[in-house]
Structures are given as structure tokens and as C-alpha cells.
């Protein structure tokens, strides 16, 4: 699984971060992806992550 950032609509509230900071950080006033795949344990957290994020803009990819 690998996850993607859509930056054009990151507000940097960084809920993705506290949520799974395995996958996310955040870079200035934005999160990034620190991961090419996201580790098998963190994928329950990563798609928790997608499903909180209030501007819709983690991709997940299967
Ligand atoms: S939850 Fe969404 S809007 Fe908030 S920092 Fe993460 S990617 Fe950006």
C-alpha cells in the first residue's frame, strides 16, 4: 500500500501526523509522507488517517 498527499489542499492541521506519525510528518506548515509503502501495521493507522483527514486529500493506493 502506498499513500500520497494531494498538497494543493493540505491545510497543515496535521491530524494525519498525530494519527499515524509512522507514515506522516509534517514539513513547515504542511504533512508529508515519509514512507514509499506503508508498513503492513500501519495500514489500519494510515487509512485512519485518510478517513479523518478534513480536506479528503490522503490518496491511498492498493
Ligand atoms: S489531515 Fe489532511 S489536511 Fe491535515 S495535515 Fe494531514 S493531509 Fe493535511
Redesign the pocket.
Known amino acids: 500500500m502506498k499513500v500520497k498527499?494531494d498538497q494543493d489542499?493540505?491545510?497543515?492541521?496535521?491530524?494525519?501526523?498525530d494519527l499515524c506519525p509512522d507514515v506522516?510528518e509534517?514539513d513547515g506548515d504542511?504533512?508529508k509522507v515519509i514512507v514509499d509503502e506503508v508498513p503492513e501495521e500501519f495500514e489500519d493507522a494510515c487509512r485512519d488517517?485518510a478517513e479523518?483527514?478534513?480536506?479528503g486529500?490522503?490518496e491511498i493506493i492498493e
Open positions: 498527499i489542499l493540505c491545510t497543515g492541521d496535521a491530524i494525519c501526523v506522516f509534517m504542511q504533512a488517517a479523518s483527514c478534513p480536506e486529500c490522503i
